[in-house]
């Protein structure tokens, strides 16, 4: 007789809010995707690749910038989502503060620009305020044999909902709605999105923590070196600089394919389909690694994959390749960037001792944030040498972080 496998324990009520609120954060970067319909509305408005590489810069690298201080702040407080609910207030503000800067200022694009870059970079360090109260709260409420299942689950149903969110991104700029009317209508979908979200997470019931002793900015900048004193921590901060230097390349996978290979707007949304559809099958296989395997594993996979994106985009735009086999740039960096998704956050969470968590976690961050702006490098490089010079600094960038990969913990 055969025996039958142990079911899994059912969700509680905090995890289900964790997981419905990663579906709808999900389907927000579905319409607001930075390296695709942002940059090809910044691109519509003709501007340089230098701001264009900076719109990636601000949204990633002004996320984890603000961690340090506010690992400072919210040490001493026992309850953490006060909070991520004021910094949701702020990010719904400028998400729609961006959607009335669009539909009402494209006529004047300097102008248009320089607000809409301004609102991007007050909602990136709310959300940075936001990010690390995020992690604590998970940490509380989701035990660490569960988090892999949590996070897959999140990423799989969520890259589902981002798939339809293409879908209607496509069928917009395909559409008579006119420019910028028709971008104005995507970020304010993905406005709507995002504060349904936050507000979800916002009602997890949040266990206390142990207040620790206030702390300020000047203690955590001198904590830095005593952080980086745990080798495994030094081994995981290379990787993750490495990587985030050969993010210089993101935002111009969709630039080079309106700019030189001259593909219609409408294909944005392809390749947001193309993004958020191999989001789904790719989270099933890395909880699956996740779970057997560790988060080593991944984020070493993941970083193979990513380096191939733009080995594939020089190749496709060399040979002069069919439109359709340029997608593969997207879905390879999809499947890379779910694997980092699920790794990064597994490893660190891991990796760090419970009594010093906000202070690995806002290291980590503040350290990665700045070199996050590489992508304004890479508008630089490709106003001088050209995209194709970009995509070989990238993919040379991706290849030193697997190897160094080999020196993470195994056992996180």
């Known amino acids: 007789m055969t025996a039958l496998r142990p079911s899994r324990p059912a969700w509680n009520a905090n995890e289900r809010l964790g997981i419905l609120n990663g579906w709808l954060v999900f389907l927000g970067d579905g319409f607001l995707s930075v390296s695709v319909v942002v940059a090809g509305f910044a691109a519509r408005l003709g501007a340089p690749n230098a701001v264009i590489g900076l719109l990636p810069g601000i949204a990633a690298g002004g996320w984890m910038l603000p961690q340090l201080l506010v690992a400072a702040r919210v040490r001493p407080l026992a309850y953490k989502l006060p909070v991520y609910r004021s910094a949701a207030l702020v990010r719904m503000l400028t998400y729609l503060a961006m959607v009335i800067i669009a539909a009402t200022l494209a006529g004047r694009p300097a102008l248009c620009l320089g607000l809409f870059v301004l609102a991007m970079l007050l909602n990136a360090l709310a959300s940075g305020v936001a990010g690390l109260p995020f992690l604590e709260v998970v940490s509380k409420t989701v035990p660490p044999e569960r988090r892999a299942r949590f996070f897959g689950v999140r990423n799989l149903y969520g890259g589902l909902l981002a798939f339809g969110a293409g879908l209607i991104v496509r069928w917009i700029l395909g559409s008579g709605l006119s420019f910028p009317l028709n971008y104005a209508l995507i970020f304010l979908l993905g406005t709507i999105a995002y504060t349904v979200g936050y507000g979800v997470f916002g009602r997890v019931s949040e266990p206390p923590d142990t207040p620790l002793p206030p702390g300020n900015l000047r203690e955590e900048v001198r904590s830095i070196p005593v952080t980086l004193q745990d080798p495994h921590f030094r081994a995981f901060l290379t990787v993750r600089l490495l990587l985030a230097g050969a993010s210089l390349g993101d935002p111009f996978y969709a630039v080079y394919a309106l700019r030189e290979l001259h593909y ?57 390749l069919p439109p359709f086999t340029y997608l593969l740039v997207f879905i390879l960096s999809s499947v890379a960037l779910q694997g980092f998704n699920l790794g990064h956050t597994n490893h660190l969470l891991n990796l760090a001792p419970p009594d010093a968590r906000s202070r690995y976690i806002g290291t980590l961050n503040t350290l990665v944030g700045a070199v996050l702006f590489a992508p304004v490098a890479g508008g630089l490089l490709a106003d001088l040498a050209g995209y194709r010079a970009v995509f070989v600094l990238s993919a040379l960038l991706f290849a030193a972080a697997w190897w160094q990969c080999g020196r993470l913990r195994r056992d996180a």
Do not use: C, D
């Not at 699956?288 to 994959?305: L, N, P």
């Open 264 to 320: 219609p707007a409408a294909t944005l949304g392809v390749f947001v389909m193309a993004l958020t559809g191999a989001a789904p099958l790719s989270n099933l296989v890395w909880q699956r690694v996740a779970e057997r395997k560790g988060s080593r594993r991944i984020i070493r996979y993941a970083a193979f994959f990513a380096g191939l994106a733009p080995l594939v985009a020089l190749t496709v735009g060399a040979l002069h």
